[in-house]
């Protein structure tokens, strides 16, 4: 195998979308991507693919690759989001460990020149139950920081919960109208949520209701008497996830509720919403991923609401020195 780190490139995007099925198939993350979508992230206007991923190929073969994203804006820890993936076949042979000290070389080198003095940690996450992954956490020095639960609804009739508006708010479907009203609505929404930091117009064009997986038909707001957006939910479908599994998923991809209008059951009305619209137009099951910590609660309502849970998934961090 060759010895040389090089960048990945938007040429990439098959071999990636292959090497990360492989992965799947023995990892069982229940995450499928198509080269469509590693293309979406590849051209990310945000990642400077010279400069954040690493890839290292057999031959022809692309066999592991490192990406780490940059933190633009820092509240109080400058935190590194990282994705990374060695080959089921050439693992157990130091590549993970590679690949985690270019990780934290680039990261640190990022922080040394955007972001001096301030506090910095690399992250890096899966299964909770990926043995070879939680060996390679302890061998390079990072700890569980935070855990998620994947979950399920499977959409049966006498299991959907029953809408109920909050006195006062209409519900409406999603406008792009009040696109940038959504936005701002989830900014204030997360803002007292961990590593959450403003999502400006660029990402939210590219990764919420830009994005090739969103959904407005499964997507609704909350409107006050004033027309302000009280609370949203985003819905998405990955075209990938049908395609590996043969089931049609309703992902909840986004649910927010402003601070001002929390305790009102806003969340519960828009995913009750949500629900019914997937059943009506024949999903198999609605998903959605939730920070087992989550400071609203989130957890104890989508289980009231009929969701169980799937996978465990956990994120492991390492101080920058």
């Known amino acids: 195998m060759t010895n040389h780190l ?4 938007t040429a990439d995007a ?3 979308a292959t090497l ?21 992230q590849l051209t990310d206007p945000k990642v400077d693919l010279a400069q954040h991923t690493i890839a290292l190929r057999q031959g ?10 940059e933190p633009e804006r820092v509240r109080d820890i400058a935190r590194f989001d990282t994705a990374a993936a060695v080959h089921p076949e050439w693992r157990r042979q130091g590549i993970g460990t590679r690949l985690v000290d270019w990780m934290r070389g680039r990261a640190a080198a990022i922080r040394s020149a955007r972001h001096p003095g301030t506090p910095a940690e690399l992250l890096i996450d899966g299964l909770a139950d990926n043995a070879g992954l939680a060996a390679l956490a302890r061998h390079t020095g990072f ?14 009739a006498d299991r959907l ?30 803002r007292d949520h961990w590593n959450h930091t403003e999502t400006d ?8 209701t ?19 957006v009280a609370a949203y939910l985003l819905a998405d479908e990955y075209v990938a996830d049908h395609t590996a599994t043969g089931d049609r998923a309703c992902t909840i991809g986004h649910l927010g509720t402003r601070q001002s209008h929390r305790g009102r059951g806003a969340a519960r009305a828009l995913v009750a919403h949500t629900l019914a619209e997937a059943g009506k137009q024949k999903y198999d099951k609605a998903e959605l991923l939730v920070d087992a910590t989550n400071p609203t609660g989130a957890l104890g309502l989508y289980e009231r609401m009929g969701f169980t849970m799937e996978r465990e998934f956990v994120t492991y961090a390492r101080a920058l020195e």
């Open 60 to 69: 022809s073969r692309l066999v592991a690759y490192a990406m780490v994203y």
């Open 6 to 9: 090089n960048p990945l490139t």
């Open 14 to 16: 098959r071999d990636l």
């Open 201 to 208: 117009r660029t990402d939210w064009e590219t990764w919420f």
């Open 210 to 228: 830009g994005a090739r997986s969103f959904r407005p038909g499964l997507s609704s707001l909350l409107l006050d008497a004033d027309g302000s």
């Open 161 to 190: 919960p029953a809408l109920k508006l909050p006195d006062g708010l209409h519900l409406a479907p999603f406008d792009p109208a009040l696109d940038e009203a959504t936005r701002h609505a989830h900014n204030d929404a997360f």
């Open 143 to 156: 700890a569980p920081r935070r855990y998620w639960f994947s979950m399920t609804h499977d959409l049966h």
């Open 20 to 40: 990360r099925a492989e992965v799947e198939r023995v990892d069982g993350t229940g995450l499928h991507e198509d080269e469509t979508d590693v293309l979406q």
